[in-house]
C-alpha cells in the first residue's frame, strides 16, 4: 500500500519564507547607508579643504566673522579699524582728536590676524569648530605707558611748564636788596591718561578721556625771598668792626658787606642762602693788617776805617708784624653768615730792624781822625730818595745828602721811547708783573711787545718805572721802551730798601 503527502508538484517554484526576505531588506539598507557616507564623506573633505591657512568657522575679530578669510584680510581689516580710532583728549581749556599712535599705542595686524587662524585645520578640527560655537579673537595691542605719559606731560604750554622761583637781586644804582616774585607752573599726573588709554585701546573703538592739568607752586616762594632780604637789613645793622694794632678802628661798613654777600639757591634748589665771599673778606683783612704793619726800617752808620761810627746816618725803625690775620678773617666770615655782631682786635709782634755800617766818605774819615766832632753835610733831609743820571746811565740811592748805595749801571729809554724827567714818588710797585703794550698796539704789530713776570717793579710816573732785566746782559747804554732797566739783583736790592712814596729824580 502506497501512501501519498500532500504537497508541491516535483520541479515546481518555491516561495519565500519570512526569514529570507528580511536579510535582503536588511542588505539593501547597507548598501544605502553605506553610499550616503561616501557621499558625506567626500562632502566633508571637500568642507574642510577650504578652511586650509584660512580662518576656521565661528572665527571672530571685533565682533566680525572671518570665518574662511586668509591672514592677509583679516590684518587688513585689524588695521583699518585701529587707524581709524579717535581717542578724544581734553586738558584744561583745550580739547585734541589723537589716533592711537599718537597716544603710543600700537596695533599688531598681523600677530592678531595669526591668532585667528592659528587652530587646528583638520578634517576632525574643522568639523569640530563647526559644532563649537563662536571663536573670539582680540586684537593684539601694545601700549608704550612711556609714551603716553610722555605725551600727557606735553599737554601743558611750554611757558607755563615749570614754576618760577623767586628770588633776591641787588640793585647796584639804588644800593638795595629787592624780592622777585615766583611764579606758579603747571603740570600734570600722567596716570590717568595711561589707565584710560590702557583700558580702551584694544577695542580699537573711539573714546574719549580728560586730563587733569594741576598748579605747580615753586620750591623757593615770594614769602621765603622776602624773609632772606629781612636777614640781609639785618645783617647790615650789625655792628662790626676790627681794632687795629696801633688802636684805630677798621670798621667793616654795610657797604663793605654789600660787596661781599650774594643770595643764591641751596644745594637742594628748595631754600634761598646768603653766600659770602670768602675769598674777598680774607684779602680786605690782609690789606687791613698790612695797612696797620709796619716795615722795619734798617739804620745806617758811616763808619771811619778803625770801625768808629762817625755818623748815623739814618735811625733804625723797628717793624710791626700782625699775627692773627686768618683768625681774623675767619671771625669776619663767621660773623656775616650768622647774622651777628663783630668786635675782633689785631694781635701783632715787633720786628727788630738791623743797622748797615758803611765807609764814611773821605773828608769824615779825616775829621775824625783829626779827632774833630763829626759833621752832617749841608742841607741834610735825612730823607730817602733815588737818584737817575740818564747822562750816566746810573742809579743812586741817597739818603739825604749820603749816597748809600751805587751809582749802579742801568738801561734807560731808548729814542723814540725816553724816560721821563723831573721829580716823581714811587706810587706803585708789584713784586712781579706781566709787561706789554697791548693797550697801543695789536699783537700783530711790530712795536708790540708782551714781557712775563718782570721782577721787583716799582713805577714813578705813569708807566715809568724801575724793574729787573733778566733778559739784558749788560748796562749802561739806552735801549728800553722807556722804564729803568736794572739788573734783578739790583732792582732786588732798591725794591726792599724804597717803599711807597721814596722821591726819585730823573735827570741829565
Known amino acids: 500500500m502506497t501512501n501519498v503527502t500532500d504537497g508541491a508538484a516535483p520541479g515546481g517554484p518555491s516561495r519565500p ?17 553605506a553610499v550616503i557616507a561616501v557621499v558625506l564623506a567626500g562632502g566633508a573633505l571637500a568642507y574642510a579643504k577650504q578652511f586650509e591657512g584660512r580662518a576656521l568657522p565661528g572665527t571672530t575679530v571685533l565682533g566680525q566673522d572671518v570665518a574662511g578669510q586668509t591672514p592677509e584680510e583679516i590684518a587688513a581689516l585689524v588695521a583699518e579699524r585701529g587707524e581709524g580710532v579717535t581717542v578724544t583728549v581734553t ?6 582728536d589723537k589716533s592711537l599712535a599718537d597716544l603710543g599705542v600700537s596695533v599688531d595686524a598681523a600677530a592678531t590676524a595669526q591668532a585667528a587662524v592659528d587652530r587646528d585645520d583638520s578634517f576632525a578640527g574643522v568639523l569640530a569648530s563647526t559644532w563649537s560655537g563662536e571663536f573670539v579673537v582680540e586684537p593684539v595691542v601694545t601700549v608704550d ?20 622761583n623767586a628770588s633776591v637781586t ?55 625771598a622776602e624773609e632772606v632780604v629781612g636777614s640781609i637789613s639785618t645783617l647790615l645793622e650789625q ?10 678802628t677798621h670798621e667793616v661798613s654795610p657797604e663793605r658787606r654789600n660787596d661781599w654777600i650774594s643770595v643764591a639757591p641751596a644745594e637742594d634748589g628748595q631754600s634761598l642762602h646768603i653766600v659770602v665771599d670768602e675769598e674777598s673778606v680774607r684779602e680786605w683783612v690782609a690789606a687791613r693788617a698790612e695797612q696797620d704793619a709796619v716795615e722795619a726800617e734798617d739804620g745806617i752808620e758811616q763808619v771811619d ?41 689785631f694781635e701783632s709782634t715787633t720786628i727788630e730792624a738791623e743797622v748797615e755800617q758803611v765807609d764814611a766818605p773821605e773828608p769824615e774819615k779825616e775829621k775824625a781822625a783829626d779827632g774833630e766832632k763829626s759833621t752832617v753835610p749841608a742841607n741834610p733831609t735825612g730823607e730817602k730818595w ?27 729809554g731808548k729814542p723814540g721811547n725816553e724816560t721821563v724827567t723831573g721829580t716823581y714818588e714811587i706810587y706803585l710797585r708789584y713784586e712781579r708783573q706781566d709787561m706789554t703794550n697791548a693797550a697801543y698796539y695789536p699783537e700783530d704789530h711790530p712795536k708790540y711787545y708782551l714781557t712775563e713776570d718782570v721782577p721787583w717793579v716799582q713805577y714813578f710816573h705813569r708807566g715809568f718805572g ?27 736790592w732798591l725794591y726792599d730798601w724804597a717803599s711807597i712814596g721814596t722821591k726819585t729824580v730823573v735827570h741829565y
Open 17 to 33: 519564507t519570512g526569514r529570507h526576505s528580511r536579510r535582503r531588506a536588511a542588505l539593501l539598507l547597507v548598501a544605502v547607508l
Open 91 to 96: 586738558a584744561g581749556d583745550q580739547q585734541l
Open 145 to 164: 605707558r612711556t609714551a603716553t605719559a610722555a605725551f600727557a606731560e606735553g599737554l601743558v604750554p611750554e611757558d607755563r611748564t615749570n614754576p618760577v
Open 170 to 224: 641787588f640793585d647796584e644804582d639804588a644800593r638795595t636788596w629787592t624780592t622777585e616774585p615766583g611764579r606758579n607752573g603747571q603740570g600734570v599726573d600722567p596716570e590717568p591718561l595711561v589707565a584710560a588709554v590702557t583700558e580702551n585701546a584694544a577695542a580699537l573703538e573711539d573714546f574719549a578721556v580728560e586730563q587733569p592739568i594741576e598748579e605747580i607752586a615753586p620750591a623757593i616762594t615770594t614769602d621765603e
Open 239 to 248: 655792628p662790626m668792626s676790627i681794632t687795629g694794632a696801633d688802636g684805630e
Open 305 to 345: 776805617e778803625n770801625g768808629e761810627v762817625v755818623k748815623v746816618v739814618a735811625e733804625k725803625q723797628d717793624g710791626l708784624k700782625i699775627t692773627n690775620t686768618d683768625a681774623i678773617a675767619e671771625q669776619l666770615i663767621t660773623a656775616l653768615k650768622g647774622i651777628t655782631p663783630l668786635e675782633a682786635a
Open 386 to 412: 733815588i737818584d737817575v743820571d740818564l747822562s750816566q746811565k746810573t742809579v743812586t740811592a741817597y739818603v739825604g745828602d749820603t749816597p748809600v748805595w751805587g751809582p749802579r749801571a742801568m738801561v734807560d
Open 466 to 492: 724801575f724793574h729787573g732785566a733778566p733778559w739784558r746782559s749788560s748796562f749802561g747804554y739806552s735801549g728800553s721802551h722807556g722804564c729803568i732797566n736794572m739788573p734783578v739783583s739790583d732792582a732786588k
